[in-house]
């Protein structure tokens, strides 16, 4: 079992920064990647950003060079860096880890992300 836990959402005007935290519990040493998602209203949910354990990152098109995604495993913790927010940045995020060998996912219970124009 693995426990998530995200943190930092908010409000923000565009062009502005908001870092999200995603505190992992449980069996950590079972995960293989690490992932951030958005879902807007009306929307499907996306992938934004994904940390593999051996480090390796991935970003949506619409992201890249905005946001980064980066870990802190004496922490536990993977975050999510937001620069240079725009409104159809709003959405509620979601942590996701997924198991190696399994692959089952596990879910956060999502942090809303409001960016005004």
């Known amino acids: 079992q693995v426990q998530l836990v995200e943190s930092g959402g908010g409000l923000v005007q565009a062009g502005g920064s908001l870092r999200l935290s995603c505190a992992a519990s449980?069996?950590?040493?079972?995960?293989?990647?690490t992932g951030w998602y958005r879902q807007a209203p009306g929307k499907q949910r996306e992938l934004v950003a994904s940390?593999?354990?051996?480090?390796?990152?991935n970003y949506a098109d619409s992201v890249k060079g905005r946001f980064t995604i980066s870990r802190d495993n004496a922490k536990n913790t993977v975050y999510l860096q937001m620069n240079s927010l725009k409104p159809e940045d709003t959405a509620v995020y979601y942590c996701?880890?997924?198991?190696?060998?399994?692959?089952?996912?596990?879910w956060g219970q999502g942090t809303q992300v409001t960016v005004s124009s």
């Open positions: 940390i593999s354990s051996g480090g390796s990152t």
């Open positions: 996701n880890a997924r198991v190696r060998f399994t692959n089952h996912r596990y």
């Open positions: 449980g069996s950590i040493g079972s995960i293989a990647s």
